[in-house]
Structures are given as C-alpha cells and as structure tokens.
C-alpha cells in the first residue's frame, strides 16, 4: 500500500552534481525519520543521510559536506542533493521512510560516478 519511488539516478563524472528524490504514496501516517541508504556490490546497505522529525540530520562522514537532505512535504518527496561527486559514491541509492505504519523502502535508483 505504501509505495516509495526514487528518480534522479544515473551516470556523473567526479566532481558533477546529482539529485535524488523519492516520494511517496499510499498511506503512511507519522513520519519519524528519512532517510537515504546506498549499497554497492558486496556490501552491507549503508546509511548515507538521515533527517529525524526533531529537525535533526545526520549524514555519514564519506558525504558531509557534500551531500544535503531535504524535503518537501507538499509534495511527499524527499530529495538528496549530491554535490562533488566521487566515485566512492557510486551504488543504488534507497530512501527509507520509518513510521507509524513501518519502515518502508524504494526501490532504489542506480547511481555511477566515473571517468
């Protein structure tokens, strides 16, 4: 019922900028956290930029500085803004949705930083 759609993947060169978003539908009731996960081959899904209902964000050291979170509720999208891109940035990046009705995925969007 609750469906998260990211877009705004594709293919940069170091240094290029990308925008994700993801927005969603269906019925999710409270929101209390946002999020961006990335996972490359071999790996573990990991946290990539985290905003919390307290207006807390949080984002992992590899990305600070370069990367921004941000929302925009009437439009039930959340966006990751990627600035500077790095080849160590590359993977399918999943937003992640956790509240009253559960954590909910997207279906991730793929993400290739190369020369």
């Known amino acids: 019922q609750v469906h998260l759609v990211e877009s705004g993947g594709g293919s940069a060169h170091p240094g290029q900028s990308l925008r994700l978003s993801c927005t969603a539908s269906g019925y999710i009731g409270d929101i209390y956290v946002l999020g961006w996960y990335r996972q490359v081959p071999g790996t573990q899904r990991e946290l990539v930029a985290i905003a919390a209902i307290s207006g807390t964000i949080d984002y992992a050291d590899s990305v600070k500085g370069r990367f921004t979170i941000s929302r925009d509720m009437a439009k039930n999208t959340v966006y990751l803004q990627m600035d500077s891109l790095k080849q160590e940035d590359s993977g399918v990046y999943y937003c992640?949705?956790?509240?009253?009705?559960?954590?909910?995925w997207g279906q991730g969007t793929q993400v290739t930083v190369s020369t």
């Open positions: 992640q949705a956790n509240g009253e009705s559960g954590i909910h």
